[in-house]
């Protein structure tokens, strides 16, 4: 088996566990709606899920498969619960002379978010009465929170790290 076929084996094995884990959210919420959203207004929760699949990123080039929103496994039950915490879809980016940080944070203003730093863990975090949104990201470096500007714009958050 030649080099690139056995890329694609892994991309499809990678596909199918994902749909697996699909299948079993679907289950739990059936509810779902298209947005992502889905509603118990006899339990009183808001559910929000989904997922962005990254090609081609890091040495190995394989495929990473991030999840967002308040909807998670709990690793002691394995059951699916909805936390009152949302994670926001985030990216980040090596420019020239500083890392840029893109958050999904709708409802945020600049002065809502609370950035901590610890090596190459950047912490994001913000808290209004109605949502609530945490981030743990890995980031290629250490940085420091010292020197920043964060913008907001519809629902985006960028932050400039120098």
């Known amino acids: 088996m030649s ?3 056995g890329s ?5 094995k ?35 899920y989904g997922f962005s699949v990254k090609m081609g ?10 999840p967002f929103g308040n909807v998670r496994r709990d690793q ?15 990216d980040v980016f090596e420019e020239d002379d500083h890392m840029s940080v893109i958050a999904e944070m709708p409802g945020v203003g600049p002065g ?3 950035l901590d730093v610890d090596g190459d863990i950047l912490s994001i975090s913000a808290a209004m009465p109605d949502r609530k ?25 960028a932050i400039k790290l120098r």
Do not use: H
Request: aromatic residues 4%; glycine residues 10%; negative net charge.
């Open 76 to 90: 002691t039950t394995n059951e699916t619960t909805v936390s009152e915490v949302r994670e926001p879809l985030v």
């Open 57 to 66: 990123l890091g040495e190995s080039g394989g495929m990473t498969v991030e």
């Open 133 to 157: 949104y945490r981030k743990e990201v890995l980031l290629p470096r250490s940085v420091s929170t010292d020197q920043r500007e964060i913008s907001c714009n519809n629902g985006i958050v």
């Open 14 to 48: 990678g596909l199918s566990e994902l749909v697996d884990r699909l299948s079993d959210l679907s289950d739990k919420a059936s509810e779902l709606s298209n947005n992502g959203e889905f509603s118990d207004e006899k339990r009183g929760i808001r559910g929000v």
């Open 112 to 114: 809502d978010i609370k």
């Open 8 to 12: 694609f084996g892994n991309v499809f």
């Open 3 to 5: 080099k690139e076929s």
